[in-house]
């Protein structure tokens, strides 16, 4: 759901703009208000939900994030949309750090793989199906129905989550430590984030805005409560899923930010064909999604996973030419293999981070991958842009963007393949009262 309403919104952006009268540059600021809390409260987020109960955490996230919902929809103005979309994205990095902890825990490890692929292919189809359903809301019914249609939706998970999970322990307010760590975290990310969003308008010296983000990390390492996460990379077989996932979210990012402008630029292709064209990388996630789940259960996490990104480097290979002599259905079918690639990797590569990080730190390992996968989506267009910008906008630094993502993308195999992988999974399943019809 959360995952989702990124793709959603990005269709209400002209009528958002159009009814508050404001400029297109402004209306970048509602996803990025969404943006910045999703990946700066990751880790602090994922540190709380370790030592709360399962169920009053998701009703809690829920129904945050249901009112932030209801608020954003309500926004008489641009101002107080920008801030439901903070309180959202807040609530939202709840949502993405819990949910692979409660799946982890809700099934045995042999169907671990099959749980992953669940979930993974969820983003993929929502990249499919919400461009066309906010379409619909927007057309029938006003920009402010994409954010009230989480409400029915919330109630709905919440309603199950609460039949299906224990008690557990009670939600407790979080101490001064977990505010003095979100507030450097998100203060670093924002300096990045801010910095590549400025630097694809405004130019490269924007650029040296992220370099704040160095002494406020620094002053966050320094922290106890950096520990948890330090003690994560030091368990066997975590560095190498964490990091492929963050080379493959760029490479993912440069490519979707890359291709709609090479379909309207070199190949003259009209909005809704570029729309249908680049589609064909989601449907072939939401596709291979599952298949890598299951191939991950019965072959093997780490060997699934790099068959997948290998495939995904390949299907990256075969789009750098970017001839100009395409055609629309020569994109299309490279753009396919690649997304069956990455659909083949997400789930296993999942499953291997969620299954060998200790069982105290379930939630902060939903959350640092999480934070991995966010910060590769934004980095992705910022750097296609300079690698774009270098050429002075010509096909050259289309082409360059497209070899940069093919180099991550091929930096992803060699990581997953240097990853040593423990003889026995550290997260073992413990049977939790109230958590019921656990896969077998």
Sequence with gaps: MASVDMSIVNVALPAIEQDFGIATSM?????????LPLAGLALPSGRWLDNVG?????AFSLAGFALASLAAGLAPNLAFLIGARLVQGTFGALLFSLVPALVTTAVRPQARGRAMGVITTLGPVGLISGPGLGGLLVDAMGWPWIFFVNLPVSVLVMAVGLRLLSPGAPLRAPDRRWFTEALLLSGAVASVLLAL???????????LLALLAVPLLLLWLRLPTSEALKGLF????EVGPHLALLLAATAIGTVFFISP????QELGASPAAIGLTVLAFPAGMALMGPIGGFLGDWWGSRRTALVGTSLFTVGLVLLLPLDTSWGLGDLAWRLFLAGCGNGLFNAPNMAMAMSHAPQRLLATTGSSTNLSRTMGFALGPALATLMWSLSSYEIAGMRSAMILAALLSALSVVALARTRIPKQPTAVVQEQPGVRDAVP
Excluded: H, I, K, N
Aim: net charge positive.
């Design 234 to 237: 030091r368990t066997p077989g």
């Design 27 to 35: 209306t970048e600021w509602v996803v990025l208000a969404y943006l």
């Design 54 to 58: 399962r169920r009053p955490a998701l």
């Design 197 to 207: 969003s400025f630097t694809a308008s405004d130019g490269v010296p924007w650029m």
């Design 261 to 264: 402008f090479f379909l309207q």
